[in-house]
């Protein structure tokens, strides 16, 4: 039996890419061209995120916490403060820093400060205890891929 194959039917082209239909070809053509320029682009956010990890330190942060007054009394109104370092350099890139202050007496009561960049690697916040009592102060320190969270007791008088 023989094989008949009509020429003008048959999909098969000799000679590969040039002698394939035109609409295919330039079809081929953008899908190769959208590969190559998709390949090519980055993701400028996580590129800036791995040279911000390279360049950083591995050196732990070190975060110094304090407050004015020392001597708190109740109604006055505080600034607390936290100076943060690393290799002895001061940090005035962190993401964040809060302030935290918990009552002693009752742990579910708790005041949340955010803290401002000061300059010179220091963050404050502000804060007016409207009564006396026994406090702990956590300041929350999220820097250079580390977190930080000093705390300190503070005493409020009536």
């Known amino acids: 039996m023989d094989m008949f194959v009509d020429e003008e039917e048959s999909t098969y082209e000799p000679g590969g ?13 953008c899908i190769v061209m959208g590969m190559t320029l998709a390949g090519c ?26 407050w004015t007054p020392e001597e708190v009394t109740g109604g006055t109104a505080v600034s607390f403060k936290a100076v943060v370092t690393q290799d002895g350099e001061p940090v005035d890139d962190a993401r964040e820093v809060m302030f935290e202050v918990n009552e002693a007496a009752d742990k579910t009561k708790k ?26 102060v956590t300041s929350h320190v999220t820097a250079r891929t580390q977190h930080s969270m000093p705390s300190k007791k503070l005493v409020v008088a009536p």
């Open 41 to 66: 682009s980055g993701n400028k956010e996580n590129e800036m995120q791995m040279h911000a990890a390279a360049n950083s330190s591995m050196s732990p942060i070190k975060v110094e916490l304090s």
């Open 111 to 136: 005041v949340e400060i955010k803290g401002e960049s000061a300059g010179e690697g220091a963050y404050v916040g502000e804060h007016t205890f409207a009564e006396a009592g026994e406090f702990s």
């Open 17 to 29: 890419l040039q002698m394939m239909k035109p609409r295919i070809r330039r079809g081929l053509i």
